[in-house]
């Protein structure tokens, strides 16, 4: 609790000097470290697991703790406890080891989408920041309304995450979660496990019962260390004391005194079991032996896929009403390319490693970050670009790159920051209106006015003899001089982004 404490303030506090203080929670998470390439803390964390099990699973994950909660509130009584028990499930080994595989596959060849997507604490960090922090903060819903397409993203994670959890405790860890299928592969042999003494356990069920990652079979006494997230849960739960944590493997490798019944007709060749004729005990048997398939709502698929499917087309839609709606004489203007935050190492480096958490976004000075819906290219998705018509990059500010968890931007001074160019300047002489307010407000005084050339044919704006222009040499691409331009529904002077 304390550590999903941590990770919601640094998300959602307004004094970004907090969330700077509190960032290490954030730099620890797996993914994160692994887009960073810090060999040395994934090796730690492999050891942990080797010698713990899946503790970060139930510590340090921010989604871990979020399920933990859903899960409790249909089982907060006794009584809802005994209606909504667990029950042992097979694991999923082929869909969770081919979502691993593919979020791997998608780290090396640079498609940062899905593993931004499915990676748990980017999930979380869209979560607070798209639906808590503007309860929170005064941000007037600038991040809600932001970027549409992060927005549908966390709803449709949390509703999804929050039906498996409260239906199926830890079942995105176990199933969906590329971190959990990692930790997964250490966790079968780790030193210190729960293993249950099969010369004090009767067989009451009270740990299955309780199990949230669904990885207990009395039936068999064993525990399947790949999915058990080390919650202890069942230690509380066993009257006798049959099932501890410990580094001894007392279970004997093929259990006694299981139940053997055939559920077809007569035994085979060579079988000396009985057949069993009694529709009630093979009912029994395949209830036991089987668990409950996840029922999806048909409805509820399709119109969270509409929502997901159509936030591209509306973004079209939306850039062709502001096309139709440009006024003769004046030309509407787009950058050439995206502006990227400052420092990164190259643009490359920047789209391998970030995941899209959001942590930037939320704590941006200038509110001019925002998730990118397709400016980076549909692969890149949720990356942080700059949008200078909703803000600007304060000259002064080096928060996003203090607070980057996965070396996507690396840590600036001050006077690094001043000397970083994300971007440059153009003016389009055609919608100037040689107002000087970017002249006033440049931080770096690259705009000057000049005297104007020939009018252009058609020409129906202002008359005024001078015309903003800008000294690209010193130009860093804050955006001041797009945002602070009057000039509507086209910009006079946008910024261009580096490649």
């Given at each position: 609790?304390?550590m999903l404490?941590l990770m919601t303030?640094?998300?959602?506090?307004?004094d970004?000097?907090i969330?700077i203080?509190?960032?290490?929670v954030?730099?620890?998470q797996i993914?994160?470290l692994?887009?960073a390439?810090?060999v040395?803390?994934?090796?730690?964390?492999?050891?942990?697991?080797?010698?713990?099990?899946?503790?970060?699973?139930?510590?340090?994950?921010p989604m871990g703790?979020l399920q933990?909660?859903?899960?409790?509130?249909?089982?907060?009584?006794?009584?809802a406890r005994?209606?909504?028990?667990?029950?042992?499930?097979?694991?999923?080994?082929k869909?969770?080891?081919?979502?691993?595989?593919?979020?791997?596959?998608c780290?090396i060849?640079g498609?940062s989408?899905?593993?931004g997507?499915?990676d748990p604490y980017?999930?979380y960090?869209?979560i607070?920041t798209r639906?808590?922090?503007?309860?929170?903060?005064?941000?007037?819903?600038?991040?809600?309304?932001?970027?549409?397409?992060?927005?549908?993203?966390?709803?449709?994670?949390?509703?999804?995450?929050g039906i498996?959890a409260?239906?199926?405790?830890?079942l995105?860890?176990?199933?969906?979660?590329p971190?959990?299928?990692?930790l997964s592969?250490?966790?079968?042999?780790?030193l210190?496990?729960?293993?249950?003494?099969?010369?004090?356990?009767?067989?009451?069920?009270?740990?299955e019962r309780v199990?949230?990652?669904?990885?207990i079979?009395v039936?068999d006494?064993?525990v399947?260390?790949?999915?058990c997230?080390?919650?202890?849960?069942?230690v509380?739960?066993?009257g006798?004391n049959?099932?501890?944590?410990?580094t001894?493997?007392?279970?004997l490798s093929t259990?006694m005194l299981?139940?053997?019944v055939?559920?077809d007709?007569?035994?085979g060749?060579?079988?000396?079991?009985p057949a069993?004729?009694?529709?009630a005990?093979?009912?029994?048997?395949?209830?036991?032996?089987?668990?409950p398939?996840?029922?999806i709502?048909?409805?509820?698929f399709?119109?969270?896929?509409?929502?997901?499917?159509?936030a591209?087309?509306?973004?079209?839609?939306a850039?062709?009403?502001?096309?139709?709606?440009?006024?003769?004489?004046m030309?509407?203007m787009?950058?050439?390319h995206?502006?990227a935050p400052p420092?990164?190492?190259s643009?490359?480096s920047?789209?391998?490693?970030c995941?899209?958490?959001g942590?930037?976004?939320?704590?941006c000075?200038?509110?001019?970050?925002?998730?990118s819906?397709?400016q980076l290219?549909?692969?890149?998705?949720l990356?942080?670009?700059?949008?200078?018509d909703?803000g600007r990059?304060?000259?002064?500010?080096?928060r996003c790159?203090?607070?980057c968890?996965?070396?996507?931007?690396?840590?600036?001074?001050?006077?690094?920051k001043?000397?970083?160019?994300?971007?440059?300047?153009?003016v389009e002489p055609?919608n100037?209106?040689?107002c000087?307010?970017?002249?006033?407000?440049?931080?770096?005084?690259?705009?000057?006015?000049?005297?104007?050339?020939?009018?252009?044919?058609?020409?129906?704006?202002?008359?005024?003899?001078?015309?903003?222009?800008?000294d690209t040499s010193?130009?860093?691409?804050?955006?001041?001089?797009?945002?602070?331009?009057?000039?509507?529904p086209?910009?006079?002077i946008?910024?261009?982004?580096?490649?």
């Amino acid at each position: 609790m304390l550590m999903l404490a941590l990770m919601t303030v640094i998300f959602t506090v307004a004094d970004a000097r907090i969330a700077i203080a509190a960032g290490l929670v954030a730099k620890i998470q797996i993914l994160p470290l692994a887009m960073a390439g810090a060999v040395t803390a994934l090796t730690v964390w492999c050891g942990v697991t080797l010698l713990l099990g899946r503790i970060y699973c139930s510590t340090v994950c921010p989604m871990g703790a979020l399920q933990d909660i859903i899960a409790r509130i249909p089982r907060l009584t006794r009584s809802a406890r005994r209606n909504h028990p667990y029950h042992y499930a097979m694991p999923n080994n082929k869909l969770r080891y081919s979502l691993a595989i593919t979020v791997l596959v998608c780290i090396i060849a640079g498609i940062s989408v899905i593993p931004g997507i499915l990676d748990p604490y980017s999930a979380y960090g869209r979560i607070v920041t798209r639906l808590l922090r503007p309860l929170i903060t005064d941000d007037k819903g600038n991040i809600l309304i932001a970027s549409a397409l992060a927005t549908v993203i966390a709803v449709v994670t949390l509703f999804g995450v929050g039906i498996m959890a409260w239906r199926r405790g830890r079942l995105y860890c176990n199933t969906i979660c590329p971190v959990g299928a990692a930790l997964s592969v250490p966790a079968r042999w780790s030193l210190l496990h729960f293993d249950i003494d099969t010369d004090l356990c009767i067989n009451c069920r009270a740990c299955e019962r309780v199990c949230k990652s669904q990885c207990i079979s009395v039936n068999d006494h064993v525990v399947d260390h790949s999915r058990c997230v080390v919650c202890f849960d069942c230690v509380n739960a066993c009257g006798e004391n049959a099932i501890r944590y410990t580094t001894r493997r007392k279970r004997l490798s093929t259990p006694m005194l299981q139940r053997i019944v055939p559920l077809d007709t007569a035994p085979g060749a060579g079988s000396t079991l009985p057949a069993v004729k009694d529709n009630a005990v093979k009912e029994t048997c395949r209830k036991e032996t089987s668990s409950p398939p996840v029922r999806i709502d048909r409805r509820q698929f399709l119109a969270t896929g509409l929502l997901v499917a159509a936030a591209p087309a509306l973004s079209v839609i939306a850039d062709t009403a502001a096309k139709s709606a440009v006024p003769d004489g004046m030309t509407a203007m787009k950058p050439l390319h995206p502006v990227a935050p400052p420092g990164r190492h190259s643009m490359a480096s920047y789209l391998d490693r970030c995941t899209g958490c959001g942590l930037c976004v939320a704590h941006c000075q200038g509110k001019v970050l925002t998730p990118s819906a397709g400016q980076l290219g549909w692969v890149h998705a949720l990356h942080p670009v700059m949008d200078y018509d909703k803000g600007r990059c304060v000259y002064d500010c080096t928060r996003c790159t203090d607070l980057c968890p996965t070396g996507a931007l690396t840590p600036l001074t001050v006077d690094e920051k001043h000397i970083f160019i994300i971007g440059h300047a153009r003016v389009e002489p055609a919608n100037c209106i040689g107002c000087g307010n970017c002249v006033y407000d440049c931080p770096r005084n690259t705009i000057s006015l000049i005297r104007r050339g020939p009018v252009p044919d058609g020409y129906k704006g202002s008359r005024s003899h001078y015309v903003a222009s800008v000294d690209t040499s010193e130009c860093i691409g804050c955006g001041t001089c797009q945002y602070v331009c009057p000039v509507t529904p086209c910009k006079a002077i946008i910024v261009d982004g580096i490649v």
